[in-house]
């Protein structure tokens, strides 16, 4: 299997069906590439499908879908690079950060419905809370989670500062994953708008620790874009569900949890994920959205999906879309097949909707650079059009060119 190894990274490939690749006598991926060259290339798709579940043995057919679109979309372009000279372009994959409260479910969710279901299976790579990292630190093993639960009014600023940085360090160690989608569990979103908001509010966190706080966390995000997802996933559950099922669990450091910071963290959560509920509009809803991706969006999830705005919310995530999952009712997935085929679709097409969207943003964007037009700076100072319009004193001092474009173009 050694010499085959890179094609176990081909989503789609597991054991069993490399070895049906190596019955057919594919020894790596390079093999593979050229038979695709020699036989499909320039031909439908659907006619390397065929082939792999006929000929090879690919049972499901997104099995073999998801090899081909692959090995497709690598032949694409290593020839588009034979033919410039250039250097391929890293694909960018998405990120998608799993929100929810206190035992909402989510490792339930990242478990038994993303990393457990055809959908999902050869499409996401999860990113687990680096809870391991917070109940081992050191050559001490000091457990801060446990710290934090024990003594909040000590150990919140320390926790949560611990938090972030271990989130900066998943991020890191997760950035060059093969999979189009990384599934995050939590975010440092979340941390800000929920759990700091929380213990400040608690006086657990003094004023002084708030400002210590505020002054590095917008610095920091902003050189570091990877900690930005492109979508949330909120798994949502009434704050009752949510102690009952960590009171099942009975997760050692969470014995001091009380339902009152429970209902706290609910309601942090909903005027931040879904404020229609709280009262507070800062959402765009779908009927708002540009009708091509208004379109785009499945049927399963078009009332459950919402764009995030509003003054309350962080400058860089502002338009960031959210789907909102019922997580309310308890159910035996090992059971109900049909309930967890079901969850995995939604997010299966809100991938699709959110990498739709991206791509429309980047069409866009590259046509606005193809047509825009240059501003002369003169000796004597200054910005004028190449019409020889002045720029209005007020943007030159402020940088707001964008804003001087708009009023000199009247727009």
């Not at 054991?15 to 290339?41: C, H, I, S, V, W």
């Not at 505020?214 to 900690?227: A, K, R, T």
């Not at 779908?286 to 009332?303: A, E, F, G, T, Y």
């Not at 402020?398 to 009023?407: R, Y």
Request: hydrophobic share 35%; proline share 5%; charged share 25%.
């Amino acid at each position: 299997m050694e010499g085959n190894a890179d094609l176990l990274t081909i989503p789609g490939v597991g054991p069993k069906n490399l070895r049906k690749l190596e019955e057919k006598g594919f020894t790596g991926m390079a093999e593979l590439k050229q038979f695709y060259k020699d036989k499909f290339l320039g031909k439908s798709s659907e006619t390397m499908v065929e082939y792999l579940q006929s000929s090879v043995g690919i049972i499901h057919k997104n099995h073999a879908e998801s090899i081909t679109t692959f090995i497709q979309e690598s032949v694409d372009e290593e020839l588009k690079v034979l033919n410039s000279g250039a250097r391929p372009k890293p694909k960018k994959r998405l990120t998608f950060c799993v929100e929810g409260n206190i035992s909402v479910g989510k490792t339930t969710f990242l478990k038994r419905i993303v990393s457990d279901t055809i959908e999902l299976r050869d499409l996401v790579e999860v990113v687990p809370e680096p809870i391991d990292k917070w109940q081992d630190i050191g050559p001490d093993h000091f457990n801060i989670l446990d710290a934090f639960y024990a003594d909040p009014s000590r150990y919140a600023y320390t926790f949560q500062n611990y938090v972030f940085v271990t989130r900066v360090m998943q991020e890191r160690e997760s950035s060059d994953g093969l999979k189009p989608l990384r599934l995050m569990e939590r975010s440092v979103f979340s941390d800000r708008m929920v759990f700091v908001r929380a213990v400040h509010e608690a006086k657990w966190m003094n004023e002084m620790e708030i400002s210590i706080y505020d002054s590095w966390f917008d610095p920091v995000v902003s050189v570091l874009p990877g900690l930005i997802p492109d979508a949330f996933i909120y798994l949502r559950a009434s704050p009752d569900t949510c102690h009952k099922r960590m009171m099942h669990r009975k997760r050692e450091e969470e014995g001091g949890v009380s339902l009152d910071y429970l209902c706290d963290l609910h309601e942090k959560h909903e005027s931040w994920l879904f404020p229609f509920e709280s009262g507070n509009h800062g959402v765009l809803s779908v009927s708002k959205l540009p009708p091509n991706l208004d379109n785009s969006l499945h049927p399963d999830i078009r009332d459950r999906v919402f764009y995030l705005e509003g003054d309350h919310m962080h400058s860089s995530i502002q338009k960031v879309p959210a789907l909102i999952l019922d997580c309310e009712a308890n159910i035996d997935f090992n059971k109900d097949v049909e309930a967890k085929e079901n969850y995995a679709r939604q997010v299966a097409e809100f991938f699709k909707h959110v990498k739709q969207m991206k791509e429309v943003a980047s069409t866009k964007a590259d046509e606005g650079g193809a047509n825009q037009r240059n501003v002369l700076l003169p000796r004597e100072g200054g910005l004028i059009l190449p019409n020889g319009t002045r720029f209005p004193e007020f943007a030159v001092k402020s940088l707001d060119i964008t804003q001087a474009m708009s009023l000199l173009s009247g727009q």
